[in-house]
C-alpha cells in the first residue's frame, strides 16, 4: 500500500483541493458497444429508438438498417445494459455530490469513482464517506486515539503497551493501555474494511474460492426430509447450478438448513494458526508482516480480527447476494426459454375441437369449440369412479362430436387423465378421422377465476372455463396462454423464489418477442393477446375491440387509424405485426409494413407483374437483386425481408402440428419395464435435464448426463418443450413415483450412466464438511419425476 494512505490519520487523507473538475466517464454507448462488440453508432441509434418509445420487436424487424441489423437477442442484451448503466451512472453522480458536500472529494477519488465499472465497485468506493451509526472506531477516535493506531502501523518498532500507555485518559474513557489498544484496533479494523481495492480484491478471492455450506438443523430432519440433499452439503460458489442455490436457500427460508458461505475450499483445522490467504492479503496492504519487532504480533492479531470479525462476514453477505442474483437469473433464463417454447409450439389450427378437462367424482368438464374458439357446446360427464357412467358419457361425446364437426380431442394432463385418454379413444373407434392429444393443463385454473376469463365467459361455470382454455390451447397456444400469468403456466425453475422484476422482466420480453414473431390477425385476436403486440397497450386493445365490436372487422391497416387513441406513432410500431386476412390489400395479411408498401410498388413496376401474379411466385422473386429497389430509409436487409415474405406472405414461423403416440397398455408407472423404448414429449426442460410425458402420470427425467454421448452444458442444446422424442426406461421406482429415462436409445438398464463426453472432473462434487462423514464426496440432489408436470417440478423443488 502506498505510504500516503496509511500515514495520514482516518480514511483516506485529503491531498487536493475539494473543488476539482469534472472527470469525464465513457458514454453509456460506447461502453455497450465495446460490452456487446458492435459499433457505437448501432448502439446510440437504438438507444435513441428505445428512449423515443420503440419496442425492441419493431426495432429488431422493421430497423435494420439503422442498427446495422441488431437482433432481438441483442437488443434485450442491450436494454439490460442500457438500465443497469444509467442506474450505476445515477448513483455515481448522488455519490460524487455527497462526497463534494462533505468538502473530501479530490481528483483522484473522482477519478476512481469514474473508473467504477459496477454497482459494488461504486460503494466500496462510497464506504468510507457513507453516514455511519456511531461505531467503535469513531468512538476511539473521539477518544484520541487515532495517532496511537497509526504510529503502530508506521513503527512496528515500538512497543504497543509503552505507546498505548501515553494514550490513557479516564476523562475520555481510556482507563488502562489495554482499552487504548482495544480503541485503535477497533480504528485499523475499520481502516482496512473501506480499502476499496483490498475489499473488492477479497470479496473476488471469497467468490473463487469458498463454498456454499449447508447442513440440517437440529430436530429438523423429519419435517423437511424433501431437502434431505442437502442435510450434509458443500460446493464451490463457482461451480454450483442454479437449482442447487435456490434449494438451499428455500431450505434456509423454511427453516430447515442452516446455510453459510465458507471462505476456503475445504474446512481448516481450527487449531490452525497458520494465517489464511485473506489474512495475508490484508497484512500485505498495509505493509504488515511478522519480522519479530514489538508491534508485529499485535498488528498480526488485528489483521486476523479485521477478517473474521468484519470483512469475512460482510464479503460472505456480499457473496451469497450475488449467488442468489447469478441463481435468479439463470433460473428466469431457464423459465422463458421454457416459456417461449411452449408459446411457440404448433398449432393445430382453426378445427373445431373437444376440450376435456378431466376429474373423478367432480366429473370431466366437457367443452366443444368451433374453428375459431367460439365456445359451441358444454357439458359435464361421469365416466370415471365414484359414478362409473362410462357408456352414457361416450354417447354424450359421441353426439357432441358428430353435430358440431369435431376434428380434434384435446385432453388436460391433470387428475384422471389416463381414464379419460381411454375414453376418448373408445370414441375414436366409434368416429374416425378424430385426434387426440393430451396437452399441459398448467394454469387453465388461474385462468378461469380471472377477471379476463369472466369478461370473455361470463356465462360459463368457472369449472367449464377450464375445459375451453384446454380446448383452446390446442388450437392456438400462443393466442391462449397470453391471457394467463407467465409465472402459472408451470415451466419455471423455483419461480416463486425469484425477485418478481426479474422474472416479469424476463417473461414480460419473451412473450412480447414470440407475439410479435408470429403476428396476430387483429380481426379475431382476444385483448390479452393484442396488448402483447408492439406499440399496444391494454386500454389501446380495448378500444380495437370495442372498434371491432361496433363497426364490423378491419378491412384494411390503414382502418386501425381510426381507433380512437391510436396515434401514428401507435400505429407506426403496430401496423407491421397486426394482420388482416381477406382484406382489401393483401399485403395487409403479410409482415411487410405499411411504410414499406412503395418498395412492393417499385417491385411490381419492375417486374411489369400484378400484386396477385407476385406473391408466391418464388421462381420470379428469387431471380430479383435487393439492391435494385434500395431507397434512402430501405436498404438491402428491409428489401431482403420484402422478397421473402412475398414468396409466402403471413407464414406462421411455428413448426408443423404433430403429436405423439403413447404405447399401448403402458397407462401407470407400474406397467412401465426397464429397456422399454417409448415415445413421449418433452413437458420442461431444466438445468439438470428434462421432464418426458410418456403417458403413465408420472413425467420421467432424462438426466443431462443421459441426452447425448457428447458432453451437453446445457440441456436445451438436444430437447425443448413441446418436442416429440423416443426415450428409454432405465430405472423405475413406483413407491417414490420416479422415473429414469435415456434418450441414448443403447444404453443398457441398470449399468451406470457414464458421464457424457468423458464426463466432469471434481470440481461439479459436493462434499460434506469435515466432521460429518469426512470430506468425501456428498450425495448430489437428483430431482424427481413424478404424477404430473406440476408434480414433478414439486419433486424436483420447482414451482414453489
Same mark, same amino acid.
Request: glycine fraction near 8%.
Given at each position: 500500500?502506498?505510504?500516503?494512505?496509511?500515514?495520514?490519520?482516518?480514511?483516506?487523507?485529503?491531498?487536493?483541493?475539494?473543488?476539482?473538475?469534472?472527470?469525464?466517464?465513457?458514454?453509456?454507448?460506447?461502453?455497450?458497444? &465495446?460490452?456487446?462488440?458492435?459499433?457505437?453508432?448501432?448502439?446510440?441509434?437504438?438507444?435513441?429508438?428505445?428512449?423515443? =418509445?420503440?419496442?425492441?420487436?419493431?426495432?429488431?424487424?422493421?430497423?435494420?438498417?439503422?442498427?446495422?441489423?441488431?437482433? +432481438?437477442?441483442?437488443?434485450?442484451?442491450?436494454?439490460?445494459? !442500457?438500465?443497469?448503466?444509467? /442506474?450505476?451512472?445515477?448513483?455515481?453522480?448522488?455519490?460524487?455530490?455527497?462526497?463534494?458536500?462533505?468538502?473530501?472529494?479530490?481528483?483522484?477519488?473522482?477519478?476512481?469513482?469514474?473508473?467504477?465499472?459496477?454497482?459494488?465497485?461504486?460503494?466500496?468506493?462510497?464506504?468510507?464517506?457513507?453516514?455511519?451509526?456511531?461505531?467503535?472506531?469513531?468512538?476511539?477516535?473521539?477518544?484520541?486515539?487515532? *495517532?496511537?493506531?497509526?504510529?503502530?502501523?508506521?513503527?512496528?518498532?515500538?512497543?504497543?503497551?509503552?505507546?498505548?500507555?501515553?494514550?490513557?485518559?479516564?476523562?475520555?474513557?481510556?482507563?488502562?493501555?489495554? /482499552?487504548?489498544?482495544?480503541?485503535?484496533?477497533?480504528?485499523?479494523? #475499520?481502516?482496512?474494511?473501506? +480499502?476499496? +481495492?483490498?475489499?473488492?480484491?477479497?470479496?473476488?478471492?471469497?467468490?473463487?474460492?469458498?463454498?456454499?455450506?449447508? &447442513?440440517?438443523?437440529?430436530?429438523? /430432519?423429519?419435517?423437511?426430509?424433501?431437502?434431505?440433499?442437502?442435510?450434509?452439503?458443500?460446493?464451490?460458489?463457482?461451480?454450483?447450478?442454479?437449482?442447487?442455490?435456490?434449494?438451499?436457500?428455500?431450505? #434456509?427460508?423454511?427453516?430447515?438448513?442452516?446455510?453459510?458461505?465458507?471462505?476456503?475450499?475445504?474446512?481448516?483445522?481450527?487449531? +490452525?494458526?497458520?494465517?489464511?490467504?485473506?489474512?495475508?492479503?490484508?497484512?500485505?496492504?498495509?505493509?504488515?508482516?511478522?519480522?519479530?519487532? &514489538?508491534?508485529?504480533?499485535?498488528?498480526?492479531?488485528?489483521?486476523?480480527? &479485521?477478517?473474521?470479525? %468484519?470483512?469475512?462476514?460482510?464479503?460472505?453477505?456480499?457473496?451469497?447476494?450475488?449467488?442468489?442474483?447469478?441463481?435468479?437469473?439463470?433460473?428466469?433464463?431457464?423459465?422463458?426459454?421454457?416459456?417461449?417454447? !411452449?408459446?411457440?409450439?404448433?398449432?393445430?389450427?382453426?378445427?373445431?375441437?373437444?376440450?376435456?378437462?378431466?376429474?373423478?367424482?367432480?366429473?370431466?368438464?366437457?367443452?366443444? $369449440?368451433?374453428?375459431?374458439?367460439?365456445? $359451441?357446446?358444454?357439458?359435464?360427464?361421469?365416466?370415471?369412479?365414484?359414478?362409473?357412467?362410462?357408456?352414457?358419457?361416450?354417447?354424450?361425446?359421441?353426439?357432441?362430436?358428430?353435430?358440431?364437426?369435431?376434428?380434434?380431442?384435446?385432453?388436460?394432463?391433470?387428475?384422471?387423465?389416463?381414464?379419460?385418454?381411454?375414453?376418448?379413444?373408445?370414441?375414436?373407434?366409434?368416429?374416425?378421422?378424430?385426434?387426440?392429444?393430451? $396437452?399441459?393443463?398448467?394454469?387453465?385454473?388461474?385462468?378461469?377465476?380471472?377477471?379476463?376469463?369472466?369478461?370473455?365467459?361470463?356465462?360459463?361455470?368457472?369449472?367449464?372455463?377450464?375445459?375451453?382454455?384446454?380446448?383452446?390451447?390446442?388450437?392456438?397456444?400462443?393466442?391462449?396462454?397470453?391471457?394467463?400469468?407467465?409465472?402459472?403456466?408451470?415451466?419455471?425453475?423455483?419461480?416463486?423464489?425469484?425477485?418478481?422484476?426479474?422474472?416479469?422482466?424476463?417473461?414480460?420480453?419473451?412473450?412480447?418477442?414470440?407475439?410479435?414473431?408470429?403476428?396476430?390477425?387483429?380481426?379475431?385476436?382476444?385483448?390479452?393477446?393484442?396488448?402483447?403486440?408492439?406499440?399496444?397497450?391494454?386500454?389501446?386493445?380495448?378500444?380495437?375491440?370495442?372498434?371491432?365490436?361496433?363497426?364490423?372487422?378491419?378491412?384494411?391497416?390503414?382502418?386501425?387509424?381510426?381507433?380512437?387513441?391510436?396515434?401514428?406513432?401507435?400505429? #407506426?410500431?403496430?401496423?407491421?405485426?397486426?394482420?388482416?386476412?381477406?382484406?382489401?390489400?393483401?399485403?395487409?395479411?403479410?409482415?411487410?409494413?405499411?411504410?414499406?408498401?412503395?418498395?412492393?410498388?417499385?417491385?411490381?413496376?419492375?417486374?411489369?407483374?400484378?400484386?396477385?401474379?407476385?406473391?408466391?411466385?418464388?421462381?420470379?422473386?428469387?431471380?430479383?437483386?435487393?439492391?435494385?429497389?434500395?431507397?434512402?430509409?430501405?436498404?438491402?436487409?428491409?428489401?431482403?425481408?420484402?422478397?421473402?415474405?412475398?414468396?409466402?406472405?403471413?407464414?406462421?414461423?411455428?413448426?408443423?402440428?404433430?403429436?405423439?403416440?403413447?404405447?399401448?397398455?403402458?397407462?401407470?408407472?407400474?406397467?412401465?419395464?426397464?429397456?422399454?423404448?417409448?415415445?413421449?414429449?418433452?413437458?420442461?426442460?431444466?438445468?439438470?435435464?428434462?421432464?418426458?410425458?410418456?403417458?403413465?402420470?408420472?413425467?420421467?427425467? $432424462?438426466?443431462?448426463?443421459?441426452?447425448?454421448?457428447?458432453?451437453?452444458?446445457? *440441456?436445451?442444446?438436444?430437447?425443448?418443450? =413441446?418436442?416429440?422424442?423416443?426415450?428409454?426406461?432405465?430405472?423405475?421406482? *413406483?413407491? %417414490?413415483?420416479?422415473?429414469?429415462?435415456?434418450?441414448?436409445?443403447?444404453? /443398457?438398464?441398470?449399468?451406470?450412466?457414464?458421464?457424457?463426453?468423458?464426463?466432469?472432473?471434481?470440481?461439479?462434487?459436493?462434499?460434506?464438511?469435515?466432521?460429518?462423514?469426512?470430506?468425501?464426496?456428498?450425495?448430489?440432489?437428483?430431482?424427481?419425476?413424478?404424477?404430473?408436470?406440476?408434480?414433478?417440478?414439486?419433486?424436483?423443488?420447482?414451482?414453489?
Amino acid at each position: 500500500m502506498p505510504t500516503e494512505a496509511v500515514s495520514a490519520p482516518g480514511a483516506p487523507a485529503i491531498t487536493a483541493p475539494t473543488e476539482v473538475p469534472n472527470t469525464p466517464i465513457p458514454s453509456v454507448s460506447s461502453r455497450i458497444a &465495446a460490452e456487446l462488440n458492435v459499433g457505437q453508432w448501432q448502439v446510440t441509434a437504438a438507444i435513441d429508438m428505445l428512449d423515443g =418509445g420503440a419496442t425492441v420487436p419493431f426495432i429488431a424487424r422493421y430497423r435494420k438498417e439503422a442498427t446495422g441489423t441488431l437482433d +432481438d437477442a441483442q437488443l434485450r442484451d442491450l436494454e439490460e445494459r !442500457l438500465t443497469y448503466l444509467r /442506474e450505476l451512472d445515477d448513483r455515481r453522480a448522488a455519490i460524487i455530490d455527497s462526497i463534494r458536500g462533505q468538502g473530501k472529494l479530490t481528483v483522484a477519488l473522482e477519478q476512481s469513482l469514474a473508473a467504477a465499472d459496477s454497482k459494488a465497485r461504486l460503494e466500496d468506493i462510497y464506504l468510507p464517506y457513507k453516514t455511519k451509526r456511531r461505531t467503535k472506531a469513531q468512538i476511539a477516535r473521539e477518544a484520541g486515539l487515532e *495517532p496511537l493506531a497509526f504510529t503502530l502501523l508506521k513503527d512496528p518498532n515500538q512497543t504497543p503497551e509503552a505507546v498505548a500507555a501515553a494514550f490513557v485518559d479516564a476523562d475520555k474513557g481510556v482507563n488502562d493501555p489495554a /482499552e487504548a489498544l482495544q480503541g485503535a484496533r477497533a480504528i485499523l479494523v #475499520e481502516r482496512f474494511g473501506e +480499502d476499496a +481495492d483490498l475489499v473488492g480484491g477479497l470479496r473476488e478471492l471469497l467468490w473463487t474460492r469458498g463454498r456454499l455450506v449447508a &447442513a440440517v438443523r437440529k430436530g429438523k /430432519e423429519q419435517d423437511g426430509a424433501k431437502f434431505a440433499d442437502y442435510f450434509e452439503f458443500a460446493e464451490k460458489l463457482t461451480t454450483l447450478p442454479s437449482h442447487r442455490v435456490l434449494a438451499m436457500f428455500r431450505g #434456509e427460508k423454511d427453516d430447515v438448513l442452516d446455510v453459510t458461505v465458507s471462505p476456503e475450499p475445504a474446512d481448516p483445522d481450527p487449531l +490452525d494458526a497458520t494465517p489464511s490467504d485473506y489474512e495475508r492479503r490484508i497484512a500485505a496492504r498495509f505493509g504488515i508482516a511478522d519480522q519479530g519487532r &514489538a508491534a508485529d504480533k499485535w498488528l498480526r492479531e488485528t489483521v486476523r480480527w &479485521a477478517w473474521r470479525t %468484519r470483512l469475512s462476514v460482510s464479503l460472505g453477505i456480499d457473496v451469497r447476494m450475488r449467488l442468489r442474483q447469478s441463481a435468479e437469473q439463470a433460473a428466469a433464463g431457464v423459465f422463458a426459454s421454457n416459456l417461449r417454447d !411452449l408459446l411457440l409450439a404448433a398449432p393445430a389450427g382453426s378445427r373445431p375441437t373437444l376440450g376435456l378437462d378431466p376429474g373423478f367424482r367432480t366429473g370431466v368438464k366437457v367443452a366443444v $369449440v368451433d374453428g375459431t374458439g367460439k365456445v $359451441v357446446a358444454i357439458d359435464t360427464i361421469y365416466p370415471h369412479q365414484p359414478h362409473n357412467r362410462w357408456d352414457a358419457a361416450l354417447a354424450a361425446l359421441h353426439q357432441l362430436v358428430v353435430t358440431h364437426h369435431v376434428e380434434l380431442i384435446s385432453i388436460g394432463n391433470g387428475t384422471a387423465s389416463r381414464e379419460t385418454d381411454r375414453l376418448a379413444t373408445e370414441l375414436i373407434a366409434r368416429v374416425p378421422g378424430l385426434t387426440k392429444i393430451v $396437452v399441459s393443463e398448467a394454469g387453465a385454473s388461474v385462468y378461469s377465476a380471472s377477471p379476463y376469463a369472466s369478461a370473455e365467459l361470463p356465462d360459463l361455470d368457472v369449472s367449464i372455463r377450464g375445459a375451453v382454455s384446454i380446448a383452446r390451447r390446442l388450437q392456438d397456444p400462443l393466442a391462449e396462454l397470453v391471457k394467463i400469468d407467465p409465472k402459472s403456466i408451470g415451466v419455471g425453475q423455483y419461480q416463486h423464489d425469484l425477485a418478481e422484476s426479474v422474472l416479469a422482466k424476463s417473461l414480460d420480453a419473451v412473450v412480447e418477442d414470440c407475439v410479435n414473431a408470429v403476428g396476430v390477425d387483429v380481426n379475431t385476436a382476444s385483448v390479452p393477446l393484442l396488448a402483447r403486440v408492439s406499440g399496444i397497450t391494454t386500454t389501446l386493445a380495448e378500444n380495437i375491440v370495442s372498434h371491432r365490436d361496433s363497426n364490423g372487422p378491419f378491412a384494411s391497416r390503414g382502418a386501425l387509424k381510426n381507433v380512437p387513441r391510436l396515434g401514428p406513432k401507435a400505429y #407506426e410500431q403496430c401496423a407491421g405485426f397486426l394482420r388482416i386476412a381477406g382484406g382489401a390489400d393483401p399485403l395487409d395479411r403479410s409482415s411487410v409494413h405499411p411504410e414499406a408498401y412503395p418498395v412492393v410498388r417499385r417491385i411490381l413496376k419492375d417486374t411489369g407483374t400484378g400484386l396477385d401474379d407476385l406473391i408466391g411466385n418464388s421462381a420470379l422473386l428469387r431471380t430479383l437483386a435487393p439492391e435494385k429497389f434500395v431507397d434512402d430509409k430501405f436498404g438491402v436487409p428491409t428489401v431482403s425481408d420484402i422478397l421473402t415474405e412475398l414468396e409466402k406472405p403471413g407464414r406462421d414461423p411455428r413448426p408443423a402440428f404433430t403429436t405423439a403416440t403413447f404405447a399401448d397398455g403402458v397407462e401407470k408407472v407400474t406397467d412401465l419395464r426397464v429397456g422399454m423404448v417409448l415415445e413421449g414429449v418433452v413437458t420442461n426442460v431444466a438445468a439438470f435435464g428434462a421432464f418426458v410425458d410418456v403417458g403413465v402420470h408420472q413425467d420421467g427425467l $432424462v438426466h443431462v448426463s443421459a441426452m447425448s454421448n457428447k458432453f451437453v452444458s446445457d *440441456p436445451r442444446e438436444v430437447v425443448r418443450s =413441446g418436442q416429440v422424442v423416443k426415450v428409454k426406461v432405465m430405472e423405475v421406482d *413406483p413407491a %417414490r413415483a420416479r422415473i429414469s429415462l435415456t434418450l441414448r436409445l443403447d444404453d /443398457e438398464p441398470g449399468a451406470k450412466a457414464p458421464r457424457a463426453g468423458g464426463g466432469r472432473p471434481e470440481q461439479n462434487r459436493g462434499t460434506r464438511p469435515p466432521g460429518k462423514g469426512g470430506n468425501q464426496p456428498a450425495r448430489r440432489p437428483e430431482p424427481a419425476a413424478s404424477g404430473s408436470l406440476a408434480d414433478a417440478l414439486r419433486k424436483a423443488g420447482f414451482g414453489r
